[in-house]
């Protein structure tokens, strides 16, 4: 599985970005598909997940209710809107993907390359 991230850029607080992560390769039916973000001198931190098969998802609590997750089977694309944002959300996003639900970054077997989101206050 080969993931490609999209979509960061430069907002103000409070603004609005779509993140999309392409999936090539099988999608597992039970497959799950992440996102974390990294902020400069922070660990790796969760944001938001979702399972391909039934669109379970679950969230960070620092983005919970200003995130969104979604996925799109046929495109095998997953999207996180984030709105509300606000300067600490600044971090470069990773999508990844693994067969576990799970938080840890560890759980994950797949990741992509990272897209840059910036939020000015």
């Known amino acids: 599985v080969q993931l490609q991230a999209s979509g960061g850029g430069l907002v103000q607080a409070g603004g609005s970005l779509r993140l999309a992560c392409t999936h090539s390769?099988?999608?597992?039916?039970?497959?799950?598909a992440g996102w974390f973000r990294q902020a400069p001198g922070k660990e790796r931190e969760f944001v938001a997940l979702i399972r391909w098969s039934s669109g379970s998802s679950y969230y960070g609590n620092s983005v919970k209710g200003r995130f969104t997750i979604s996925k799109d089977n046929a495109k095998k694309m997953v999207t996180l809107q984030m709105n509300s944002l606000k300067p600490e959300d600044t971090a470069i996003y990773f999508c990844a993907a693994g067969p576990a639900f799970s938080n840890l970054a560890s759980d994950y077997e797949n990741w992509g390359q990272g897209t840059l989101v910036t939020v000015s206050s």
């Open positions: 390769g099988p999608i597992y039916t039970n497959y799950i």
